[in-house]
């Protein structure tokens, strides 16, 4: 009875630690969640550059945050910090990837990948946080902060909760980004199942042609989400040189327009691509791309709407990354109706 005790007691801390998920506004499981933190605006509520914008399956469309981004309650603090009570486990595996890691880290992303996310798993599930946020999140051995630099743009947050068997084709993914992994821990029998996953959290990419990849990834929930990634070899635009094409719809992509290369709106291809100049919350916000640092684009009809890590400029043609996207009309709406203005092919403002 004593030796069964004592088993008791080693066990419970393991099997009692919650099956790994995205987590929502109201702290409980959610099959994904999409969450807009919004730009800091002096002499507005959002002077503190913490509010955002929250939405999943049954939010019905864009709901203010029910926190904030620098507080351990919200969406984002809840789903992440699973890793930092995770850290040490040998049954999880995570990779943490940033092309502007945390300045702890001694990495360089100049010649990786654009690209920011996450993924945390065990052996049933576990989540793909897509972002756009530099430096963040910081790594496994630390604890949930929201850095300082990320208060002033706007960025974009899509996260998946995946069945096991998924992560070997995220893994894929993740080669033909390119990623710069600042932290990572792939245990012997996650690397069996997925060699892939382990090959880019040891900084491998893609060898040989084709230099993207799309795949249908399908959630706990059973939502389809389709994946596109590319390699720097892929050499063009990921929106007007691919996703446009694919979906069959003008684009509307929102991305940071503060470089040198910013790519014009493009209409040179059977489906266009537009570049988003000012995004407006109905009866809320209205900001314009110079201080989002969002990575969004969405379809001029329904119903796709995709998140990603990408900006359309021309360094980034030869840069990987890429951008997930889902086809439903609720998710379309909640991002068409974002788009205030944008930049014609001719020129002026639309």
Sequence with gaps: ???????????LPVSSFAAISCYGDQGQQVDWFIVYKLPQMKGTELEGGVKYMYQDSSSGGWVPGASLMNSTDSAVAQTVGQLYKAYGMK??????????????????????????GMLLLDKTQGFWLVHSTPQFPPPANLSY???????????????????????????KQLLYNTILPYDSSIPEDFS????????????GTVKEPPWN???????VGGKEFTSFSKHAHFGDDLYSGWVSQVLKSHLFVQFWQNSRGV??????????????????????Y????????????????????????????????QRGGGTVCVNDVAIWKSFRSLV???EKCAGPVG
């Design 145 to 171: 902060n929201w850095p300082h630099n990320a208060l002033h743009n706007g960025q974009s947050f899509l996260c998946v909760t995946y069945p096991y068997k998924q992560f070997g084709d995220i893994g």
């Design 91 to 116: 049954d999880v595996a995570y990779v943490l990837y940033n092309d502007a890691p945390p300045k702890i880290s001694s990495s360089s992303g100049i010649d990786r990948g654009h690209t920011k």
């Design 263 to 284: 790519l014009p709106s493009n209409c040179s291809q059977p489906f266009y691509t537009y570049d988003i100049l000012e995004i407006g919350f109905p009866s809320a």
């Design 192 to 203: 069996a199942d997925f060699p892939e996953l382990k090959s880019a959290a040891q900084k």
């Design 286 to 317: 209205s900001f314009t791309s110079h201080i989002d640092h969002s990575k969004w684009c969405v379809t001029d009809g329904p119903g796709w709407a995709c998140v990603g890590d990408m900006n359309r400029d021309l360094r980034e043609e």
């Design 213 to 219: 990849r799309q795949v249908v990834l399908t959630s």
């Design 340 to 342: 205030s203005s944008y």
């Design 1 to 11: 009875m004593m030796l069964l005790r004592l088993l008791t007691h080693l066990i």
